[in-house]
């Protein structure tokens, strides 16, 4: 369908979205009133931009008048070169929205290759998140960690709440690397370790239905880093979904109620995101480009600290400011580079 075609599309739904409510169908009052507010930043941008090329028409006509001619001509060109930026505009309106980008998200960061320092990394990549989250207004809450001895983390999860967090971080999900040298390394020799990151959209009940009969909950002690019991009744939890085999545990809270909720918060996050990851990979088939698709497996960027930059692999960004990434100050020029990266790949999707 042509952009032109998808323009009238947009203004005949408006219209008849405006009759319908104004029919008074109770029924569906709220449906209809929130695609009208959806709907209603696109014809705008639509409206700017046909008055835009209404008036280029219309400055191009004048300028066949010798008395209108130089005032004409400066209107024209200026439309000209405006019309660009309009077009673009209305045409990242009309992308396909991903439902799940005003939701919240939960952060899940493993420690992967490298041992203790896998688990160091892992817990600053923990806390730049959480930094991350503070400079943008956003609400981080510590769900469940496993600690290592010495400040390190095995896993950590948590929920951060804001407007938009999965839409700008729905890309960090993937596995991260680090090049430095240890600080228990006596020699002086760069070491390279790992860890996982992982996005999910905070699902609601609504989002994912779980049969109480398709789980199997365990309780037993919560163990403290190195192993040590750290709690004397059974209050960590441990959730089994029967049938996709998927676990998840808490133990973070002393009370057993808390961390069954936790983890069932967890665990219909990770459902969820088996289902959109499902669903993405179905329309992704044809897609050569991989910015947007999550795979925890894929190596997305590198951390190198003797040399101070931060590469991201998949848009081929370098910055040499890793300090500043690590405390989340440098953190929405990466974002913001992977969001244009997919809006572009998008983009050229929909004019093929």
């Given at each position: 369908?042509?952009?032109?075609?998808?323009?009238?599309?947009?203004?005949?739904?408006?219209?008849?979205?405006?009759?319908?409510?104004?029919?008074?169908?109770?029924?569906?009052?709220?449906?209809?009133?929130?695609?009208?507010?959806?709907?209603?930043?696109?014809?705008?941008?639509?409206?700017?931009?046909?008055?835009?090329?209404?008036?280029?028409?219309?400055?191009?006509?004048?300028?066949?008048?010798?008395?209108?001619?130089?005032?004409?001509?400066?209107?024209?060109?200026?439309?000209?070169?405006?019309?660009?930026?309009?077009?673009?505009?209305?045409?990242?309106?009309?992308?396909?929205?991903?439902?799940?980008?005003?939701?919240?998200?939960?952060?899940?960061?493993?420690?992967?290759?490298?041992?203790?320092?896998?688990?160091?990394?892992?817990?600053?990549?923990?806390?730049?998140?959480?930094?991350?989250?503070?400079?943008?207004?956003?609400?981080?809450?510590?769900?469940?960690?496993?600690?290592?001895?010495?400040?390190?983390?095995?896993?950590a999860s948590a929920t951060i709440t804001g407007r938009g967090v999965f839409a700008r971080l729905k890309f960090e999900s993937g596995v991260h690397r680090v090049q430095r040298v240890p600080a228990t390394?006596?020699?002086?020799?760069?070491?390279?370790?790992?860890?996982?990151?992982?996005?999910?959209?905070?699902?609601?009940?609504?989002?994912?239905?779980?049969?109480?009969?398709?789980?199997?909950?365990?309780?037993?002690?919560?163990?403290?880093?190195?192993?040590?019991?750290?709690?004397?009744?059974?209050?960590?939890?441990?959730?089994?979904?029967?049938?996709?085999?998927?676990?998840?545990?808490?133990?973070?809270?002393?009370?057993?109620?808390?961390?069954?909720?936790?983890?069932?918060?967890?665990?219909?996050?990770?459902?969820?995101?088996?289902?959109?990851?499902?669903?993405?990979?179905?329309?992704?088939?044809?897609?050569?480009?991989?910015?947007?698709?999550?795979?925890?497996?894929?190596?997305?960027?590198?951390?190198?600290?003797?040399?101070?930059?931060?590469?991201?692999?998949?848009?081929?960004?370098?910055?040499?400011?890793?300090?500043?990434?690590?405390?989340?100050?440098?953190?929405?020029?990466?974002?913001?580079?992977?969001?244009?990266?997919?809006?572009?790949?998008?983009?050229?999707?929909?004019?093929?």
């Open positions: 369908m042509s952009i032109d075609a998808q323009l009238d599309k947009v203004l005949y739904r408006y219209d008849e979205l405006r009759e319908m409510l104004a029919s008074g169908d109770g029924s569906s009052f709220a449906k209809l009133s929130k695609e009208l507010s959806d709907i209603e930043p696109v014809v705008q941008a639509v409206q700017t931009l046909k008055k835009a090329r209404a008036d280029m028409e219309e400055a191009e006509l004048m300028m066949a008048d010798p008395d209108m001619k130089d005032l004409a001509s400066e209107e024209f060109y200026a439309l000209k070169e405006a019309l660009p930026g309009l077009e673009r505009d209305v045409q990242l309106l009309l992308l396909p929205k991903d439902e799940a980008d005003e939701k919240n998200a939960i952060l899940e960061v493993r420690a992967g290759t490298g041992g203790e320092e896998a688990a160091l990394f892992a817990a600053e990549l923990f806390r730049m998140y959480e930094r991350y989250a503070s400079l943008r207004g956003w609400r981080f809450e510590v769900m469940d960690v496993n600690e290592t001895g010495i400040g390190g983390m095995k896993e390394e006596s020699g002086g020799r760069i070491h390279t370790s790992a860890a996982t990151v992982a996005i999910m959209p905070e699902a609601e009940e609504v989002d994912i239905q779980i049969d109480e009969k398709d789980l199997r909950f365990d309780v037993y002690r919560s163990q403290g880093s190195g192993g040590q019991s750290v709690n004397t009744t059974d209050s960590a939890v441990r959730v089994t979904h029967l049938p996709t085999g998927l676990a998840v545990a808490c133990q973070q809270e002393k009370s057993q109620h808390k961390n069954k909720a936790t983890a069932m918060k967890l665990l219909r996050a990770r459902l969820y995101e088996m289902e959109r990851e499902a669903k993405a990979a179905e329309r992704a088939a044809n897609r050569k480009s991989q910015v947007g698709s999550g795979d925890r497996s894929e190596r997305i960027r590198t951390y190198n600290f003797p040399q101070g930059r931060v590469t991201d692999h998949r848009i081929n960004l370098t910055l040499y400011k890793i300090e500043e990434v690590m405390n989340g100050n440098a953190m929405d020029e990466v974002v913001e580079a992977l969001i244009a990266a997919d809006q572009a790949e998008r983009l050229a999707e929909m004019a093929g």
